[in-house]
């Protein structure tokens, strides 16, 4: 099996050979790939000749896209370039544990400090910085003397706002600025070149149309070869220290081989990985399941491949929420960090259905179908507004959800009661990765199946617990599973009871995570508050005491909750939304609440909750 792992990565890259060893360093810092988007440069500053006569020192700014491979932001900021600084500069905008929890720090962590190992057995480092962009940046232009700035573009309200001053400030210091989009298949921007002023199709179909259109998948570039296009690493450091604005060194050009040294040690103590509690967060002793970094990401991409069965047969509906051991890939942490090129696999995978003689699956069960669904996701972030919000979103349906702050924290906590939902909620929060249908029974529970509480909110949550929390992804698929957008049949509700049944009936999955339940009889295992009081003695979990009774009752609140959803449908349309933004071109629909809230009466009045 390993064998024929190895070899399809080998013929892979062997695909890719010629260019990797022949690399050969262009004479300028030409773009030339075709995701370019040079922005840049000085307006008026300096004469041509000068800047030609310059040595071109590059910033490349890691932000996703954490990898040396397919990378062709960081193969740009190679060509041509006399030194080249590898950053990363953790934000404080993102380093808040309410943001993003401590296993997702921990994996942000992990993956740069595998970058930086790996930077380093090619000679070169990582500098990693803390500090806002918009600050940090100029430090460095002014300390290194950089006259070329290039990262990966990102398509995230935050990540065009920053990047877009950061441009402004390099303009403005005569650095040249270019970017690539490559953490998606094809470049967001060439989707929207094709939608002719449209919004994007709400319908899968309708957008595998037009991925088709767009032609091949651009293909991986090759993978930055360090040791011939880096310059070596202490003399990048002692001519940054000569040119700079006095940072750290230990006093410019003398002191031979000691000062060196020592000016090195010191930029290597000042640009290191921190650790969690240098970064303000507990240090938490949870096992690693997956690793974060590059190297581990091709590892988990590599052994997938490897079993040529389960690639050509993946259907995702057919996996299971709560296998206890993970029944898809789980290489999502790893593309949303950009450890591993979104591209990279999709060529892997077709390239190893193209090898197999018998039928595969397709999209949209496919896994070249998840991968579309991630382009898709990726395409409404780009291009709807307010897309993460309720109001003023074109395309989602507007829904006079409940706030209830004791219902939210029940969900939160896994407190609410049922344990198939408890036991889910769990798993996320102590590991930070939870299969599809488990976040499609939490999310639906949370909003329309049984507490009436916001997608919003619940997006939230899991952008807080998930490794991959992924804001184009997260929020488009609370969109769907809430009924908001996408996914209109809000009349099928999946049963906190019934639907884990369906792929554990003994209950293995509750009894690892509510361990409270583990002598549950299997009979009550998913509804304990039906065991008989001397049963629930005997197992040592009396339901109200050791574990809680169900928050809402699911068989009543889920048909009122039904008769809710319809009347802020019926709302919709009289108010012209229709089914959303592809049927009638995407129109801000106004906020249905006043209609539909008043109806309250109608489907039994406030929600029903248990005490
Ligand atoms: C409420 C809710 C919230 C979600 N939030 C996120 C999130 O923040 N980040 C995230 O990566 N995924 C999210 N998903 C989508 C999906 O659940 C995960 O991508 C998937 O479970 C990750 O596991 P995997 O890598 O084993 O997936 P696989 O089934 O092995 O799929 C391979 C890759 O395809 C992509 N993919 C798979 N399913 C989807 C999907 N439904 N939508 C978009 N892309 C998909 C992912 O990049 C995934 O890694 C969410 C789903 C729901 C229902």
Redesign the pocket.
Same mark, same amino acid.
């Given at each position: 099996m390993l064998r024929v792992c190895t070899t399809i990565v080998l013929l892979f890259f062997i695909s890719l050979l010629p260019s990797v060893f022949s690399f050969t360093l262009p004479s300028g810092p030409t773009t030339t790939a075709m995701t370019t988007t040079a922005v840049a440069a000085s307006p008026g500053t300096k004469s041509a000749a000068a800047t030609a006569a310059r040595a071109v020192v590059s910033i490349h700014w890691f932000r996703k896209g954490l990898r040396l491979h397919d990378n062709p932001a960081f193969l740009e900021a190679c060509q041509g370039a006399t030194h080249v600084f590898p950053v990363f500069i953790l934000d404080p905008h993102f380093a808040k544990p309410e943001k993003i929890g401590v296993l997702r720090y921990r994996f942000m962590l992990q993956t740069i400090q595998d970058l930086d190992d790996n930077l380093r057995k090619l000679g070169s480092r990582l500098y990693v910085v803390q500090g806002q962009p918009v600050e940090a940046l100029p430090r460095l232009f002014a300390r290194w003397g950089v006259t070329k700035l290039t990262f990966e573009s990102d398509i995230e309200p935050y990540a065009k706002q920053r990047d877009n001053a950061v441009c402004r400030l390099a303009a403005a210091k005569g650095v040249a600025v270019h970017t690539f989009a490559s953490h998606t298949l094809h470049d967001p921007e060439k989707y929207v070149a094709k939608l002719q002023g449209k919004g994007p199709p709400t319908v899968y179909q309708s957008f595998l149309k037009i991925f088709s259109s767009l032609g091949p998948v651009p293909s991986v570039v090759p993978m930055v070869d360090a040791s011939v296009i880096l310059p070596p690493l202490p003399k990048a450091l002692w001519k940054g220290d000569e040119e700079g604005e006095g940072g750290g060194g230990g006093g410019g050009g003398g002191g031979g081989d000691q000062g060196e040294r020592e000016a090195v040690t010191a930029l290597q103590d000042e640009f290191r990985v921190p650790t969690l509690i240098e970064m303000g967060y507990p240090d938490t002793d949870a096992p690693t399941l997956y690793p974060g970094g590059e190297t581990a990401a091709l590892a988990r991409m590599d052994l997938h491949l490897s079993n040529i069965k389960y690639i050509t047969t993946f259907e995702?509906p057919k996996t299971s929420p709560n296998a206890l051991r993970?029944s898809?890939?789980? @290489?999502?942490p790893y593309?949303?960090h950009g450890a591993l090129s979104a591209r990279l696999f999709y060529h892997s995978l077709s390239s190893v259905l193209a090898k197999h003689k018998g039928p595969h699956t397709q999209p949209p069960v496919s @896994?070249v179908g998840?991968?579309l !669904?991630?382009e898709f996701?990726y395409l409404h972030g780009h291009a709807t507004k307010n897309y993460d919000k309720m109001e003023g979103n074109p395309i989602c349906r507007q829904i006079p959800w409940g706030q209830d702050k004791e219902l939210l924290a029940a969900w939160e906590e896994g407190r609410t009661g049922y344990p198939f939902i408890d036991a889910c909620m769990t798993q996320l929060r102590e590991e930070g990765w939870i +299969? +599809?249908l488990a976040? +499609?029974a939490l /999310?639906c529970f949370l909003t329309r199946g049984d507490l009436w509480q916001s997608w919003e909110e619940g997006a939230r949550v899991?952008e807080i617990y @998930?490794l =991959? /929390? =992924?804001w184009s @992804?997260?929020t488009?698929? !609370?969109l !769907?599973?809430s009924a908001s957008a996408f996914f209109h049949q809000y009349f099928r509700v999946y049963s906190p009871v019934a639907f884990g049944l369906k792929t554990d009936k003994e209950g293995e999955y509750i009894k690892k995570y509510v361990p409270v339940l583990r002598k549950m009889p299997v009979k009550y295992i998913y509804e304990p508050w039906k065991a008989p009081k001397a049963v629930q003695e005997a197992a040592g979990c009396v339901v109200g005491r050791d574990y809680p009774m169900p928050v809402v009752e699911h068989s009543v609140v889920s048909k009122a909750l039904m008769g809710r959803m319809k009347m802020a449908y019926d709302a919709g349309k009289a108010e012209g939304g229709g089914e959303g933004g592809e049927d009638k071109g995407g129109g801000v629909k106004k906020r249905a609440a006043a209609s539909a809230g008043a109806g309250d009466g109608a489907v039994g009045g406030k929600l029903k909750k248990r005490a």
């Amino acid at each position: 099996m390993l064998r024929v792992c190895t070899t399809i990565v080998l013929l892979f890259f062997i695909s890719l050979l010629p260019s990797v060893f022949s690399f050969t360093l262009p004479s300028g810092p030409t773009t030339t790939a075709m995701t370019t988007t040079a922005v840049a440069a000085s307006p008026g500053t300096k004469s041509a000749a000068a800047t030609a006569a310059r040595a071109v020192v590059s910033i490349h700014w890691f932000r996703k896209g954490l990898r040396l491979h397919d990378n062709p932001a960081f193969l740009e900021a190679c060509q041509g370039a006399t030194h080249v600084f590898p950053v990363f500069i953790l934000d404080p905008h993102f380093a808040k544990p309410e943001k993003i929890g401590v296993l997702r720090y921990r994996f942000m962590l992990q993956t740069i400090q595998d970058l930086d190992d790996n930077l380093r057995k090619l000679g070169s480092r990582l500098y990693v910085v803390q500090g806002q962009p918009v600050e940090a940046l100029p430090r460095l232009f002014a300390r290194w003397g950089v006259t070329k700035l290039t990262f990966e573009s990102d398509i995230e309200p935050y990540a065009k706002q920053r990047d877009n001053a950061v441009c402004r400030l390099a303009a403005a210091k005569g650095v040249a600025v270019h970017t690539f989009a490559s953490h998606t298949l094809h470049d967001p921007e060439k989707y929207v070149a094709k939608l002719q002023g449209k919004g994007p199709p709400t319908v899968y179909q309708s957008f595998l149309k037009i991925f088709s259109s767009l032609g091949p998948v651009p293909s991986v570039v090759p993978m930055v070869d360090a040791s011939v296009i880096l310059p070596p690493l202490p003399k990048a450091l002692w001519k940054g220290d000569e040119e700079g604005e006095g940072g750290g060194g230990g006093g410019g050009g003398g002191g031979g081989d000691q000062g060196e040294r020592e000016a090195v040690t010191a930029l290597q103590d000042e640009f290191r990985v921190p650790t969690l509690i240098e970064m303000g967060y507990p240090d938490t002793d949870a096992p690693t399941l997956y690793p974060g970094g590059e190297t581990a990401a091709l590892a988990r991409m590599d052994l997938h491949l490897s079993n040529i069965k389960y690639i050509t047969t993946f259907e995702k509906p057919k996996t299971s929420p709560n296998a206890l051991r993970p029944s898809t890939t789980v @290489l999502s942490p790893y593309l949303k960090h950009g450890a591993l090129s979104a591209r990279l696999f999709y060529h892997s995978l077709s390239s190893v259905l193209a090898k197999h003689k018998g039928p595969h699956t397709q999209p949209p069960v496919s @896994l070249v179908g998840q991968m579309l !669904w991630r382009e898709f996701y990726y395409l409404h972030g780009h291009a709807t507004k307010n897309y993460d919000k309720m109001e003023g979103n074109p395309i989602c349906r507007q829904i006079p959800w409940g706030q209830d702050k004791e219902l939210l924290a029940a969900w939160e906590e896994g407190r609410t009661g049922y344990p198939f939902i408890d036991a889910c909620m769990t798993q996320l929060r102590e590991e930070g990765w939870i +299969h +599809h249908l488990a976040r +499609h029974a939490l /999310a639906c529970f949370l909003t329309r199946g049984d507490l009436w509480q916001s997608w919003e909110e619940g997006a939230r949550v899991f952008e807080i617990y @998930l490794l =991959d /929390a =992924d804001w184009s @992804l997260n929020t488009g698929n !609370w969109l !769907w599973l809430s009924a908001s957008a996408f996914f209109h049949q809000y009349f099928r509700v999946y049963s906190p009871v019934a639907f884990g049944l369906k792929t554990d009936k003994e209950g293995e999955y509750i009894k690892k995570y509510v361990p409270v339940l583990r002598k549950m009889p299997v009979k009550y295992i998913y509804e304990p508050w039906k065991a008989p009081k001397a049963v629930q003695e005997a197992a040592g979990c009396v339901v109200g005491r050791d574990y809680p009774m169900p928050v809402v009752e699911h068989s009543v609140v889920s048909k009122a909750l039904m008769g809710r959803m319809k009347m802020a449908y019926d709302a919709g349309k009289a108010e012209g939304g229709g089914e959303g933004g592809e049927d009638k071109g995407g129109g801000v629909k106004k906020r249905a609440a006043a209609s539909a809230g008043a109806g309250d009466g109608a489907v039994g009045g406030k929600l029903k909750k248990r005490a």
